[in-house]
C-alpha cells in the first residue's frame, strides 16, 4: 500500500509538472491546486511509512495542509474557468478561514480538540492512524461541505447565465465536484483501509489539465465587455455588452475565404478586443512586444484593418 501512495505522489508532481510545461497561460489558483494535491499526496506517503505515532501525526498534518487549501484552489479556479469576477477580499476571506482551520487540526498531538486519542498500527505493512474524534472535528466536515455546496452553486449558476464557454466544460466541472463529493461520503460511511481521495484528486488534476490545455488552442470565452468606448468615440450599448464569443464570430465573418486565424492571432485577437496594450500582452502570453506587434500586423493584414479603431468598428458593421 506504500508503494501504491508513493506512485500518486509521483504522479502528482508530474501532472503539476505537465501544467507548468504545456499550459502556455496560467492560472495561479490551478499552479497552487496542483501544488496542493503534490503536498496531500507526499503526506499519505509518509503516513503510510510511518514507524513512530509522533512522524505519522506530522505526516497527517502535512495531508491536511494541502486539503485544506486545495478546496480553497478547487473553488477559485472554478469560479475562474466560469468567467465569474470577484472582489478582492474573496481569495483573503477563504484564506484566512483555511488558517484557521488548519489551525485547528495542529492542536493534533498537542490538545484533544481535533482528536482525542490518536495511535498507530499497521495494515498490510502499511501505517495508519486509528482515531478518536475529538469536539472540533466536525468543523472540518463543515468546512469542506460549505466549499461543495460553493462549487455547486457556482457551477450550476454559471450555465444558467451562460458564463461557460462551452457546456462540456460545465459538465467536466461537475463530475469533479460530484466525484469528489462522491468519494469523501463513501470513506466517511465505509471503512477503507485506503484513502481514495489521493485517487479523486489526482482524476481531478487531470480534467483541469485537459480543459486548459485544450482551452489555450481555442478561442476562451470571456464576458468581460470591451471598453465603453472606442477611442473618442462611444460604443454602441449593444456592442459593450456583446458576449465575446459573439465579438470573435463577427470579427472572424471579415475574413477572405479560405483564409483562417492561427491559435495565436485568435488569443491575440482576444485581447485586444479587451483592449489590453501592447505590452500587457506581450507579460499575459510571455512573449517579446516585437512578436506581439508581428502577429498582430498579420492580423489586422488577414482582416483588411490597419489599426485597433478600424478592428472595433468592424463590430458595428
Not at 507526499?42 to 512522524?55: D, H, M, W
Not at 482524476?203 to 470571456?222: K, N, P, T
Request: glycine share 6%; net charge neutral; hydrophobic share 50%.
Amino acid at each position: 500500500m506504500s508503494i501504491v501512495y508513493g506512485i500518486t505522489a509521483v504522479v502528482a508532481l508530474l501532472l503539476l509538472a505537465s501544467y507548468v510545461f504545456l499550459v502556455r497561460k496560467k492560472e495561479f489558483w490551478l499552479l497552487l491546486l496542483y501544488v496542493c494535491v503534490f503536498v496531500t499526496n507526499c503526506g499519505y506517503t509518509l503516513l503510510s511509512g510511518s514507524k513512530t505515532v509522533e512522524f505519522a501525526i506530522f505526516a497527517n498534518k502535512m495531508v491536511y495542509l494541502g486539503a485544506v487549501f486545495l478546496s480553497m484552489c478547487m473553488l477559485m479556479t472554478i469560479v475562474k474557468l466560469c468567467g465569474f469576477e470577484f472582489k478582492k477580499s474573496l481569495p483573503i476571506t477563504l484564506l484566512v478561514l483555511g488558517i484557521m482551520m488548519f489551525a485547528i487540526i495542529a492542536t493534533t498531538g498537542y490538545l484533544p480538540l481535533y482528536y482525542k486519542e490518536i495511535s498507530l498500527v499497521f495494515v498490510d505493512g502499511a501505517a495508519k492512524l486509528e482515531k478518536v474524534y475529538g469536539v472540533l472535528h466536525p468543523v472540518y466536515l463543515l468546512y469542506l461541505v460549505g466549499y461543495f455546496i460553493a462549487m455547486i452553486v457556482t457551477t450550476i449558476h454559471s450555465i444558467k447565465a451562460k458564463k461557460v464557454g462551452s457546456h462540456k466544460h460545465a459538465a467536466l466541472m461537475a463530475v469533479i465536484v460530484f466525484g469528489n463529493i462522491a468519494v469523501w461520503f463513501v470513506e466517511k460511511f465505509i471503512p477503507w483501509d485506503f484513502e481514495f481521495l489521493s485517487i479523486s484528486y489526482l482524476f481531478s488534476e487531470f480534467v483541469f489539465l485537459g480543459i486548459y490545455w485544450m482551452m489555450q488552442d481555442y478561442v476562451r470565452v470571456d464576458l468581460v465587455p470591451i471598453p465603453e468606448s472606442f477611442g473618442s468615440r462611444p460604443a454602441p450599448v449593444d456592442i459593450a455588452t456583446m458576449p465575446m464569443e459573439e465579438k470573435i464570430l463577427k470579427i472572424l465573418s471579415f475574413l477572405e475565404e479560405g483564409e483562417i486565424l492561427s491559435a495565436r492571432e485568435r488569443e491575440i485577437l482576444e485581447l485586444v478586443l479587451l483592449n489590453k496594450k501592447r505590452k500587457e500582452i506581450a507579460d499575459e502570453l510571455c512573449l517579446s512586444e516585437n512578436t506581439i506587434k508581428t502577429y498582430t500586423r498579420t492580423l489586422y493584414g488577414k482582416l483588411g484593418v490597419g489599426s485597433r479603431e478600424e478592428l472595433y468598428a468592424l463590430l458595428i458593421k
